[in-house]
């Protein structure tokens, strides 16, 4: 799990699942799920210039690298 590092509001959470899952606004709704990895995501980060970009390594022996779509984090956010 992490926090967006900039102003901290949004949070990104990995799983057994396969996924990770992009959280935001006041009371963190989800903004997008992240699919891709053929096993477990072991591991997850968010990038540090307000892109939004989450790289991700996953059980499976892969690194993903994700943008997700702006209007969907706006709207999470409640800007939209």
């Known amino acids: 799990m992490r926090f ?6 949004y949070l990104l959470t ?4 396969n996924t990770c899952r992009l959280w935001g606004g006041p009371r963190f709704r989800l903004a997008r799920t ?3 990895h ?10 540090s210039d ?6 991700t390594a996953g059980y499976d ?3 993903k690298l994700y943008q ?13």
């Open 14 to 17: 990995a799983g057994y699942d």
């Open 34 to 36: 992240l699919a891709g």
């Open 38 to 47: 053929e096993g477990k995501v072991m591991g997850a980060d968010i990038s």
């Open 68 to 80: 997700p779509d702006p209007l969907a984090v706006a709207e999470a956010d409640g800007r939209l």
């Open 50 to 55: 307000g892109s939004y970009t989450v790289a």
């Open 4 to 9: 967006e590092p900039t102003e901290g509001r």
């Open 61 to 63: 022996r892969t690194i």
